[in-house]
């Protein structure tokens, strides 16, 4: 047995938990939880938890239908909001087929994998996401339009401020599990709220990603009112993104880095940042998931639905940010398309083979664009080489499908199970009539 | 405080990083002289002489042990499997062996069974600072008598600079001693996890682990100072 594993099981002792949940995520992001007994522990750690995934998202099979739930000893936390006399605390699992291989539908060892083609290349990737969500007074669509909690915006601080409460309780809890905050804030629209992570690895973000989601929402739902991650949930105010910012290091040296470049950015950190640009457009269908992402993406403000970088534009897809003189370490690229309804564990496996691919291919990194995309026509744009963004789930499917780059990155089995679920969302969303078709043509048809 | 002689001088990382994972207190020696001009006030709790791939400088080191040039009741030997055969006639230069590459529980269980059991050291089972009490045995951690939940890495961690209160660390050290050398993730592991343990010390003992701007991070203050 190995020692983190060890810490594990003597831990549950001492604390008294009686509950452990094994936490894994299904291919559409959703976080999903199998709960153990003390007593079945140390079995789950030698041999795994066996059970049967045909039920979840993108794990089922032809053949085999069961799957092993391999706890990962080093994640085990105490569950802040547990009771004190029933404490429990979680797992995140690797999934693994009956033979001990790892399962290709896990997303988890999809990024585990890509992570570890990085580190061939002595790379170790670290991210920092920037998380926005509504806080609405109920999320049954039944009963119309999403409420928002207040009409505060950017940066407000009001005093009766319920949704700035609940963003408050959340960091405190995402502290006490050990998740960093860097900032949290009112955001552009009513009762829209943003909390920035603290860098980490790669894995740890997607870890931490699936918590805060869970966190959020736990602490909304306990007060009687809900969180959402919806890219789009209301017309006429801005969505919620997650722009997330990238780098890449090489034991302790920042390789993005370059102090003599005008952009700080070195010729590594251009060429990934020319991979992610080249090859956005296939990649959109993961980081912008549902129906609803495009709505987000085709609004005028901080979603750029443009393939250009700058360093201060905001209507660029990706940012190169401006640095303070003597900070080598954060020298990052921001990259702003993503929404916080994606599985961080495919999204972040679909940018780092992009950028990792600029690197081995040697791509060049277009002039940066300082206009406003917004205000250019599609002539303009057009003869300054810049693509749009695919405008719907639809488009973005379809440049999917044709990308052997996402199909190596995620493997066979999800590739192919991704673009079928999507494409079936697509066709019932095609096939619906929308409360916009009958106000716009009821009247007059 | 009474501290493991351990030969040769430098010690082999994954043997500094077993002994500080274990939580024991040792110091490196390159010979006989220089154990002797080391040897702490309350004298070795024990010596571990690691061979090299030529046994002889080892059991050179031995010999003198044995022959009460220094002070050291109990000797642990390590070795590689090449040799095994020509031990035996040494046999009275040790009091226990270990083949090299160890497993560290191996090696950490024959620690404790050769040092411990000879009543020299005080197991250092319990680490109290301030508000802060660890309790090596059972894993738990707490503050002002708030039990921690702590993750494995965050404990160990913790556990390490708070077995040296005052000293100061560098990332690469605390990388190379807490998560072991075959690691790859850089020093930001580290900024890391100190950012996660002080977040869940809380914001009143969150400077026990301070900064040492540009150079990395310490615990408390020393003992002695």
Redesign the interface.
Known sequence: MERDQQYVLRSVEERGVRLIHLWFTDVLGKLKSVAITPAELEAAFDEGVQFDGSSIDGFSRVHESDVLARPDATSFELLPWATRDEPSARMFCDIQNLDETPFDGDPRQVLRRNLNEARADRYSFFAAPEVEFFYFASGDPSLGKPQPLDSASYFDLTTADVSSNLRKRTIHMLEAMGIPVEYSFHEDSPSQHEIDLRYTEALDVADNIMTLRLVVKKIAMESGTYASFMPKPLNGVQGSGMHVHLSLFSGDANVFHDGSDAYGLSETGRQFTAGVLHHAREITAVTNQLVNSYKRLSEKSEAPPYIAWARNNRSALVRVPVRRRGKPSSARIEYRSPDPACNPYLAFSLVLSAGLRGISEGYELPAETSANLHDLSHHERAAMGIEPLPRSLDEALDVMEGSELVRDSLGDHIFEWFLRNKRSEWSQYQSTVTPFELERYLPTW | MKALLVFPDPVPPELAQTLD?GGWAWKAAADVTAARADEPADGWVGAIVMAGPDLEPALRFCRSVHNGEVDVRSLLLLINGGHLQSLDPHHDLFDDFCLHPFHP?ELEIRLKHLFRRSGHTDDVELIEYGPLAMNLE???AAIDAR?L???????ELLKFLALHPGKVFT??TLLNRVWGYDY??????VD?HV??LR??LGEEHANLIQTVRSVGYSFGRSRWG
């Open positions: 994972i529980q059972t894993y738990q039990p939940d702590l993750t494995y890495m965050e404990y990332r690469e790859y993730g850089g020093a930001r592991t890391v950012r996660r977040s869940k």
